[in-house]
């Protein structure tokens, strides 16, 4: 069985499906009578992705994901069906890839006690500022 190199991972060429379509965009009447629009699908559970790589990757692919667990990616930006099939291979790589690097740690931090002092000195100086707003006086005159 054949495999592709997407994004880095060895994809079997079963888990990809390709579906050709109309497309929109330059190519005058060509457009009305030739399919070159490239529907490309990846089922993630016959490329065998599975546990955390599989859910940033469903993350990352968004409204892409469909209720059978597959990822559809159109190009639709070139004139042939190859150059939209290979258009349609790298998005899916460049989701693979983004989804492949582990999102970093968030690591708690606190404000250090300059910071904390000035926020305080800075809600007591708007206090009195506006403290010192009211009616005015006229009998004080």
Same mark, same amino acid.
């Given at each position: 069985?054949?495999?592709?190199?997407? *994004? *880095?991972?060895?994809?079997?060429? !079963?888990?990809?499906?390709?579906?050709?379509?109309?497309?929109? *965009?330059?190519? $005058? &009447?060509?457009?009305? +009578?030739? !399919?070159?629009?490239? &529907?490309?699908?990846?089922?993630?559970?016959? !490329? $065998?992705?599975? @546990?955390?790589?599989?859910? /940033?990757?469903? =993350?990352?692919? $968004?409204? =892409?994901?469909?209720?059978? *667990?597959?990822?559809?990616?159109?190009?639709?930006?070139?004139?042939? &069906?190859?150059?939209? /099939?290979?258009?349609?291979?790298? /998005?899916?790589?460049?989701?693979?890839?983004?989804?492949?690097?582990?999102?970093?740690?968030?690591?708690?931090?606190?404000?250090?006690?300059?910071?904390?002092?000035? =926020?305080?000195?800075? +809600?007591? =100086?708007?206090?009195?500022?506006?403290?010192?707003?009211?009616?005015?006086?006229? @009998? !004080?005159?």
């Amino acid at each position: 069985m054949a495999t592709l190199d997407i *994004g *880095g991972l060895a994809i079997p060429e !079963a888990a990809l499906t390709f579906k050709f379509v109309r497309a929109s *965009g330059p190519g $005058g &009447q060509n457009v009305n +009578k030739v !399919a070159t629009a490239a &529907q490309c699908r990846l089922d993630l559970d016959a !490329a $065998g992705i599975e @546990g955390p790589l599989r859910l /940033r990757l469903e =993350r990352v692919a $968004g409204k =892409r994901l469909t209720v059978a *667990g597959e990822i559809v990616v159109s190009a639709d930006t070139h004139r042939t &069906q190859a150059r939209n /099939r290979a258009e349609a291979i790298s /998005r899916l790589a460049a989701m693979i890839e983004e989804a492949r690097t582990e999102p970093r740690p968030r690591r708690p931090t606190r404000p250090s006690a300059r910071a904390k002092a000035k =926020r305080l000195a800075d +809600k007591r =100086r708007r206090g009195e500022t506006k403290k010192r707003r009211g009616p005015v006086d006229a @009998g !004080a005159e």
